[in-house]
């Protein structure tokens, strides 16, 4: 059964790209418009690979990795950060947040899907 | 495995306007001297937004530009720096910029480089220099794709013997797998051809892109070794060789020894993980797959299966994609939705035929014929709604670009000026929407420039510093109304009525202000002092109220010495569809658009009065308004002639009452518009026409021309 990945991005070009990009690799996408919407979409079904953006309205990528560690089902699942910044500060924290790796921003496709199959094959 | 992300270029337009417009509007609202920090918030993700989308999708000049404006944003928003009128005006400016960047790359338009170099030097100026060239990742072009052919050392090498094939479809084969990665061609015997190609892709992407040309399983695969130092030398000679044949080349990393001496860090790759993978697969409970197949002998590999699985996921690729374009609108021409439209119209009055007809109908007999065609009815009326929903567009599309507009100009004069506007999300016809946009321009422009007074001459008359302009819109009957007022000085009876003499209109001192204000919408007329270069010039009110009038619409002024001026203009809500009333005065029928109908009366004798040389009037709830026979205006063969056989039709349009005597009420009806202009010529009193249910023609007569000439009426008289 093809694998659930959740993609949280505010932009929609670049959450469709994201969204068209993994289903060309086989995958199910569940797109999510900001934090808050990923939590609800979180909640709603269980995925294997969460994808989120930072920098976000209502509710950052930050905030969502920690309130998604703290749903039951979530605990392990991988979650990705998609940033701008690959700042040390910024990986710290992720790493605090309890995110599992981090994807600068811009990547083209190609490398999504190499990063994505390497953690949830 | 190539992924064609031009696709969503459009939406990434798309999605840069709105965020240019929000980012427009934000910096339009904030306080500058104490921002609400969610404001700042959102001003900076818009250009945060801008910045990824832009970088993802290869635009350079665009994240260059909102690089530099983020990187300012980021510190106001921090508080490191204070929020400042220069800075909004710079990141209005740089608003600008970034929209004429975009239409370049979206519509080919011109891009002013030197004004986006001036911007950036703006920007970076309000950085104080403090900004030091941070660190910016390498922006992926895909504009201009090439070839990901900088294949460091450490990629795989694999060989590809391929079964006989055409040189076309090796040739095809050699493009695709190019984007993998360096691909040479060696000749094999026989007339066969092996590839080798060097890349950092896995087999499976190999076998993928082989299958389009060719059954996998023809295929042989081996895993080249590494090269040895003498054959790398030989084999980039050999390249150095065929690139000088083909004309182009690229370039090696600056040292190859020390690029393959060590695996790519983290920042290199882009990305990284911060558990080891395995243990992010294990604690996640992925099964890890077999040990991955990586044989170093030259034996042929399996992949047989690979490939099967590789087209299945082709096709299922093929599926997705045609799930992720979809999108919840889609663009259509407006011929087409005019042509739906015109269609629908057609279908109105064949299906207002059919009703007509059937009503003869015995009800008994043909009762279930009846009870469709009552359906019938119901759904084309629901039809023809939402199809003429299609063209409504909301107000704020208009609306919309006045706020920059208002305080540029309030800037440039020197005013204060407070913009509120009401009723943005009113709808009205696209067609109206467009051609709406430059008389009110003109009218907001004016205000700020005549009606709106300095600073210090506001504080003198009492008022506020800060000047009022309001802008409204809203539905009244099956017009929409637009209000543009302010709070400025009004309008000068004395200037107005001296300019007028002056220009040689007719007046004189005992006209009513109304009329006096209707004097500034002759050709050439201005009474501004000073011909400022917003507006003054004597082109305009004329022209805007000539352009209101084409659209069907009125134009109305009220204005107070010392409290203001507030301009009406009543639009129409669309031009193709009215809702009717049917009249008849002798054997002709008459259309009349219900919305200037108030009610209509068979009138006491006694209360129909002849006034001299002015025809007659009738009483209507204690207001005389003038009686105008309608069989005298088109010279019609009357079947009445006493007003009180009859019916009186009370109309009302631009403020002014009149009683249209009519023969009879026929009926109430929507009815599509015929342009008679366009199809006959334009007739004084007739707005159009339109094909009634019995397939005859009925004029649709122009209410408010009608009433305007019903001052000044006499029954002698043939009116236009």
Same mark, same amino acid.
């Given at each position: 059964?093809?694998?659930?990945?959740?993609?949280?991005?505010?932009?929609?070009?670049?959450?469709?790209?994201?969204?068209?990009?993994?289903?060309?690799?086989?995958?199910?996408?569940?797109?999510?418009?900001?934090?808050?919407?990923?939590?609800?979409?979180?909640?709603?079904?269980?995925?294997?690979?969460?994808?989120?953006?930072?920098?976000?309205?209502?509710?950052?990528?930050?905030?969502?990795?920690?309130?998604?560690?703290?749903?039951?089902?979530?605990?392990?699942?991988?979650?990705?950060?998609?940033?701008?910044?690959?700042?040390?500060?910024?990986?710290?924290?992720?790493?605090?947040?309890?995110?599992?790796?981090?994807?600068?921003?811009?990547?083209?496709?190609?490398?999504?899907?190499?990063?994505?199959?390497?953690?949830?094959? | 495995?190539?992924?064609?992300?031009?696709?969503?270029?459009?939406?990434?337009?798309?999605?840069?306007?709105?965020?240019?417009?929000?980012?427009?509007?934000?910096?339009?609202?904030?306080?500058?001297?104490?921002?609400?920090?969610?404001?700042?918030?959102?001003?900076?993700?818009?250009?945060?937004?801008?910045?990824?989308?832009?970088?993802?999708?290869?635009?350079?000049?665009?994240?260059?530009?909102?690089?530099?404006?983020?990187?300012?944003?980021?510190?106001?928003?921090?508080?490191?720096?204070?929020?400042?009128?220069?800075?909004?005006?710079?990141?209005?400016?740089?608003?600008?910029?970034?929209?004429?960047?975009?239409?370049?790359?979206?519509?080919?338009?011109?891009?002013?480089?030197?004004?986006?170099?001036?911007?950036?030097?703006?920007?970076?100026?309000?950085?104080?220099?403090?900004?030091? @060239?941070?660190?910016?990742?390498?922006?992926?072009?895909?504009?201009?794709?090439?070839?990901?052919?900088?294949?460091?050392?450490?990629?795989?090498?694999?060989?590809?013997?391929?079964?006989?094939?055409?040189?076309?479809?090796?040739?095809?084969?050699?493009?695709?797998?190019?984007?993998?990665?360096?691909?040479?061609?060696?000749?094999?015997?026989?007339?066969?051809?092996?590839?080798?190609?060097?890349?950092? !892709?896995?087999?499976?992407?190999?076998?993928?892109?082989?299958?389009?040309?060719?059954?996998?399983?023809?295929?042989?695969?081996?895993?080249?070794?590494?090269?040895?130092?003498?054959?790398?030398?030989?084999?980039?000679?050999?390249?150095?060789?065929?690139?000088?044949?083909?004309?182009?080349?690229?370039?090696?990393?600056?040292?190859?020894?020390?690029?393959?001496?060590?695996?790519?860090?983290?920042?290199?790759?882009?990305?990284?993980?911060?558990?080891?993978?395995?243990?992010?697969?294990?604690?996640?409970?992925?099964?890890?797959?077999?040990?991955?197949?990586?044989?170093?002998?030259?034996?042929?590999?399996?992949?047989?299966?690979?490939?099967?699985?590789?087209?299945?996921?082709?096709?299922?690729?093929?599926?997705?994609?045609?799930?992720?374009?979809?999108?919840?609108?889609?663009?259509?021409?407006?011929?087409?939705?005019?042509?739906?439209?015109?269609?629908?119209?057609?279908?109105?009055?064949?299906?207002?035929?059919?009703?007509?007809?059937?009503?003869?109908?015995? @009800?008994?007999?043909?009762?279930?014929?009846?009870?469709?065609?009552?359906?019938?009815?119901?759904?084309?009326?629901?039809?023809?709604?939402?199809?003429?929903?299609?063209?409504?567009?909301?107000?704020?599309?208009?609306?919309?670009?006045? @706020?920059?507009?208002?305080?540029?100009?309030?800037?440039?004069?020197?005013?204060?000026?407070?913009?509120?506007?009401?009723?943005?999300?009113?709808?009205?016809?696209?067609?109206?929407?467009?051609?709406?946009?430059?008389?009110?321009?003109?009218?907001?422009?004016?205000?700020?420039?005549?009606?709106?007074?300095? @600073?210090?001459?506001?504080?003198?008359?009492?008022?506020?510093?800060?000047?009022?302009?309001?802008?409204?819109?809203?539905?009244?009957?099956?017009?929409?109304?637009? !209000?543009?007022?302010?709070?400025?000085?009004?309008?000068?009876?004395?200037?107005?009525?001296?300019?007028?003499?002056?220009?040689?209109?007719?007046?004189?001192?005992?006209?009513?202000?109304?009329?006096?204000?209707?004097?500034?919408?002759?050709?050439?007329?201005?009474?501004?002092?000073?011909?400022?270069?917003?507006?003054?010039?004597?082109?305009?009110?004329?022209?805007?109220?000539?352009?209101?009038?084409?659209?069907?619409?009125?134009?109305?002024?009220?204005?107070?010495?010392?409290?203001?001026?507030?301009?009406?203009?009543?639009?129409?809500?669309?031009?193709?569809?009215?809702?009717?009333?049917?009249?008849?005065?002798?054997?002709?029928?008459?259309?009349?658009?219900?919305?200037?109908?108030?009610?209509?009366?068979?009138?006491?004798?006694?209360?129909?009065?002849?006034?001299?040389?002015?025809?007659?009037?009738?009483?209507?709830?204690?207001?005389?308004?003038?009686?105008?026979?309608?069989?005298?205006?088109?010279?019609?063969?009357?079947?009445?002639?006493?007003?009180?056989?009859?019916?009186?039709?009370?109309?009302?349009?631009?403020?002014?009452?009149?009683?249209?005597?009519?023969?009879?009420?026929?009926?109430?009806?929507?009815?599509?518009?015929?342009?008679? !202009?366009?199809?006959?010529?334009?007739?004084?009193?007739?707005?159009?026409?339109?094909?009634?249910?019995?397939?005859?023609?009925?004029?649709?007569?122009?209410?408010?021309?009608?009433?305007?000439?019903?001052?000044?009426?006499?029954?002698?008289?043939?009116?236009?």
């Amino acid at each position: 059964m093809a694998k659930t990945i959740l993609a949280v991005d505010d932009s929609s070009s670049l959450r469709q790209m994201v969204a068209f990009s993994l289903k060309a690799a086989g995958y199910q996408v569940v797109e999510a418009v900001d934090g808050q919407d990923g939590l609800e979409k979180a909640k709603q079904q269980t995925v294997d690979l969460v994808l989120t953006d930072q920098n976000m309205p209502k509710m950052d990528g930050l905030t969502l990795i920690k309130s998604l560690r703290s749903l039951p089902g979530y605990q392990k699942t991988p979650i990705l950060m998609l940033t701008t910044e690959s700042s040390e500060d910024m990986k710290s924290k992720g790493r605090a947040a309890g995110a599992n790796g981090w994807l600068v921003k811009p990547f083209d496709p190609q490398r999504l899907i190499e990063v994505v199959k390497k953690v949830i094959g | 495995m190539t992924i064609d992300i031009s696709q969503f270029y459009k939406v990434f337009f798309d999605e840069a306007e709105e965020l240019l417009a929000e980012k427009e509007r934000l910096l339009l609202a904030v306080d500058i001297d104490s921002p609400d920090p969610e404001d700042l918030n959102a001003i900076f993700r818009t250009a945060h937004s801008i910045k990824g989308g832009a970088s993802t999708f290869g635009l350079n000049d665009m994240s260059e530009v909102t690089h530099v404006l983020e990187s300012l944003l980021d510190r106001i928003r921090k508080g490191e720096m204070a929020l400042t009128a220069q800075h909004v005006d710079a990141f209005l400016a740089a608003k600008d910029i970034l929209k004429m960047q975009l239409d370049g790359h979206r519509n080919g338009a011109d891009v002013d480089q030197e004004a986006v170099a001036n911007v950036r030097m703006m920007l970076h100026d309000l950085s104080e220099g403090v900004i030091v @060239p941070t660190h910016q990742p390498t922006v992926p072009s895909f504009l201009h794709a090439e070839p990901k052919q900088q294949v460091a050392e450490g990629a795989h090498r694999y060989k590809i013997e391929l079964p006989d094939l055409a040189k076309r479809d090796v040739d095809a084969l050699v493009d695709e797998l190019g984007l993998l990665g360096r691909v040479s061609v060696v000749p094999l015997a026989a007339g066969r051809t092996a590839l080798i190609i060097m890349t950092h !892709e896995s087999l499976d992407d190999i076998v993928a892109i082989c299958s389009f040309v060719l059954d996998p399983s023809d295929l042989k695969i081996f895993e080249a070794p590494p090269l040895t130092p003498e054959q790398r030398a030989k084999e980039a000679a050999e390249r150095a060789r065929i690139e000088e044949e083909q004309g182009y080349g690229f370039f090696d990393p600056a040292d190859p020894e020390d690029a393959g001496a060590h695996e790519p860090t983290e920042d290199e790759l882009g990305y990284g993980f911060f558990q080891p993978i395995e243990q992010i697969r294990l604690e996640a409970g992925i099964v890890a797959e077999a040990p991955p197949p990586a044989p170093v002998r030259p034996e042929p590999l399996e992949i047989t299966e690979v490939a099967a699985e590789k087209k299945a996921a082709k096709k299922g690729a093929e599926g997705a994609h045609a799930q992720g374009s979809e999108s919840s609108s889609i663009r259509v021409s407006i011929e087409k939705v005019d042509q739906l439209i015109n269609l629908v119209g057609e279908l109105v009055i064949t299906q207002a035929m059919i009703e007509q007809r059937s009503s003869g109908l015995d @009800p008994m007999v043909h009762q279930r014929l009846l009870q469709s065609v009552a359906q019938l009815t119901r759904n084309t009326r629901d039809l023809q709604e939402s199809v003429m929903s299609i063209r409504m567009m909301p107000m704020d599309f208009v609306f919309s670009r006045f @706020p920059r507009m208002v305080r540029d100009l309030a800037g440039k004069l020197g005013k204060k000026v407070d913009f509120i506007t009401n009723g943005a999300a009113t709808e009205l016809d696209k067609g109206l929407i467009e051609r709406i946009v430059d008389p009110l321009t003109h009218l907001v422009r004016n205000s700020i420039d005549h009606g709106i007074e300095m @600073p210090a001459a506001r504080v003198a008359a009492g008022k506020s510093e800060s000047g009022r302009l309001f802008l409204s819109a809203a539905h009244q009957g099956g017009n929409i109304v637009i !209000e543009v007022a302010d709070d400025g000085g009004g309008l000068n009876r004395e200037r107005i009525l001296a300019k007028a003499k002056e220009n040689g209109l007719a007046v004189s001192d005992n006209m009513s202000d109304a009329d006096v204000w209707q004097l500034i919408f002759a050709p050439g007329f201005s009474t501004a002092e000073i011909v400022t270069d917003v507006s003054g010039r004597g082109v305009g009110m004329d022209v805007v109220k000539r352009n209101i009038q084409a659209l069907g619409g009125t134009i109305d002024i009220r204005s107070a010495r010392g409290f203001g001026t507030t301009i009406l203009i009543s639009l129409p809500l669309t031009l193709a569809i009215l809702d009717g009333m049917s009249i008849r005065s002798g054997d002709e029928i008459y259309i009349l658009p219900l919305g200037f109908v108030v009610e209509s009366l068979q009138p006491a004798r006694a209360d129909v009065k002849e006034i001299h040389g002015q025809g007659r009037v009738v009483k209507v709830r204690g207001e005389y308004l003038p009686l105008i026979p309608l069989y005298q205006m088109f010279n019609i063969e009357p079947r009445l002639t006493d007003p009180c056989e009859g019916i009186l039709v009370i109309l009302e349009a631009e403020g002014r009452k009149a009683a249209l005597f009519v023969d009879e009420l026929v009926g109430q009806q929507q009815v599509v518009v015929k342009n008679l !202009e366009a199809n006959y010529r334009k007739v004084a009193g007739i707005s159009g026409a339109t094909i009634l249910g019995d397939g005859g023609v009925a004029l649709i007569l122009d209410v408010a021309a009608l009433l305007r000439s019903s001052r000044q009426l006499s029954d002698e008289s043939v009116l236009f």
